[in-house]
Structure formats: structure tokens, C-alpha cells
């Protein structure tokens, strides 16, 4: 059974960093995948922050390319988001979400709906 996990979220003041680890377990090895970080802010619809593909495209939303970059730690078996120059709008909870047996594709953040698996979420609250 996959399972996913989210660490790393926490409270900074704007302009800091923060950097979230999506730990893996129970997914199939040697398997194309599509990781990526979803958020959602109280009162907002859930959007796509950033994801890798096991091909090694990233693609990211708008509103955080520049600032953020995702990454794989092969080492931690983990998918990274390292979140610099945060932003009070940055604030929100934080998931990390997968799918397998297929790459992300496309030259953009998947939709929600396009992900499997599912983390619980790490909070992020930026203050000004």
C-alpha cells in the first residue's frame, strides 16, 4: 500500500525558508512516477504547487517558480520542496501527492484529480 508523508512545514516570517520533505513507502520499484505538491489555503481550491517526473522535468506554478524548486533525495528517498523568499500568500496547508506507472507530462503542474496517492498535508504559515 503506498503511503505518503509530509515534514518540514512550520512558521517563518516572509522572505524565509522553508524546505518540505514527501517520503514514499509501498510503491512499485523500477515504476515511472509523477510526484508533486499540491496546497490549499483556507477559504482557496486546492492548486498545484510544483512536480518531478521520474524523467527529471519539473514543472512549476507561476505564483512559485523562481522561488521554489523541487528535487528528489535519492539517499532519503524523498521528493523535496525547498521553499525560499516566502510570502505571507504562501501560507497554507502543504500536500504531497503522487501517482505511478506514468510520468507527470504536459509543461505544467498536474490537476488534483490526476493524483492516486495522497499525503495528510504540513502546515506552512508565513507571517509578514
Known amino acids: 500500500q503506498v503511503r505518503l508523508a509530509e515534514s518540514g512545514g512550520g512558521s517563518v516570517r516572509s522572505g524565509g525558508s522553508l524546505r518540505l520533505s514527501c517520503a514514499a513507502s509501498?510503491?512499485?520499484?523500477?515504476?515511472?512516477?509523477?510526484v508533486a505538491w499540491f496546497r490549499q489555503a483556507p477559504g482557496k481550491e486546492r492548486e498545484g504547487v510544483a512536480a518531478?517526473?521520474?524523467?527529471?522535468?519539473?514543472n512549476y506554478a507561476d505564483s512559485v517558480r523562481g522561488r521554489f524548486t523541487i528535487s528528489q533525495d535519492t539517499a532519503k528517498n524523498t521528493v523535496d520542496l525547498q521553499m525560499d523568499s516566502l510570502k505571507p500568500e504562501d501560507t497554507a496547508m502543504y500536500y504531497c501527492?503522487?501517482?505511478?506507472?506514468?510520468?507527470?507530462?504536459?509543461?505544467?503542474?498536474?490537476?488534483?484529480?490526476?493524483?492516486?496517492?495522497w499525503g495528510k498535508g504540513t502546515l506552512v504559515t508565513i507571517s509578514s
Open positions: 501527492a503522487a501517482q505511478f506507472r506514468v510520468r507527470c507530462g504536459g509543461r505544467s503542474v498536474p490537476r488534483d484529480y490526476h493524483m492516486d496517492y
Open positions: 509501498g510503491y512499485p520499484t523500477d515504476s515511472s512516477y509523477c
Open positions: 518531478l517526473s521520474s524523467d527529471g522535468i519539473t
